[in-house]
């Protein structure tokens, strides 16, 4: 059974940092692309960041490049997302998704979410 | 950038009711790589059609998709009470991928 469980978030300062965090279980983790998708409350969905399954290509979204960093550790099964230079706008729901397959950029699995609130 | 326009915003319908949602692009979606996902409340989305037409593992035959270029349509036939939710599609033929602003499906 896929499985993708979410930590980190919470609540930072503007101009903080913080770091979200995705275990996956139940596939082939190198295989596989990953990528974060944001949700504003009560707003739709935010593409925000992919990563190949070997690590070497990363794409970010215009409104966080720059500022966040997508990693992927394929012997932990893990990925992480580092943000600093936060901003009020960039609270959301953060969600992590596995990419469908290999070059296809939708999403077949998602965590359950993590809350980032961007506040003073 | 691709911009995907849904509508209606809202459809209230009735059990039992058939729903057609509208996802129109802004541009012709390459290959038509072009995804709708169901959204409940304080849950992660659900992958149910992809490539436009196809239904992912485990989505009931009542969800179907069609379209090609810059018009795509999801269709309910025959709503069940758990298909009461958001729906949104999704663009990944072109960078950067965009989604819908969604539509709700609610209850009359």
């Known amino acids: ?120 | 950038e691709i911009v995907l326009t849904q509508s209606p915003g809202t459809l209230s319908l009735s059990p039992g009711g058939r729903a057609t949602l509208s996802c129109r692009a802004s541009q012709t979606i390459r290959s038509s790589y072009l995804a709708w996902f169901q959204q409940k409340p304080g849950q992660a989305p659900r992958l149910l059609i992809y490539g436009a037409s196809t239904r992912a593992t485990g989505i009931p035959d009542r969800f179907s998709g069609t379209g090609s270029g810059t018009d795509f349509t999801l269709t309910i036939s025959r709503l069940e009470p758990e298909d009461f939710a958001v729906y949104y599609c999704q663009q990944y033929g072109s960078s950067p991928i965009t989604f819908g602003g969604g539509t709700k499906v609610e209850i009359k």
């Open chain 1, 1 to 120: 059974e896929v499985q993708l469980l979410q930590s980190g978030g919470g609540l930072a300062q503007p101009g903080g940092s913080l770091r979200l965090s995705c275990a996956a279980s139940g596939f082939i983790f190198r295989n596989y692309a990953m990528t974060w998708v944001r949700q504003a409350p009560g707003k739709g969905l935010e593409w925000v960041s992919a990563i190949s399954g070997s690590g070497a290509h990363i794409y970010y979204s215009d409104s966080v490049e720059g500022r966040f960093t997508f990693s992927r550790d394929n012997s932990k099964n893990t990925v992480s997302l580092e943000m600093s230079s936060l901003r009020v706008d960039d609270t959301a729901v953060y969600y992590c998704a596995k990419n469908f397959e290999d070059g296809v950029a939708t999403y077949d699995y998602w965590g359950q979410g993590t809350l980032v609130t961007v506040s003073s």
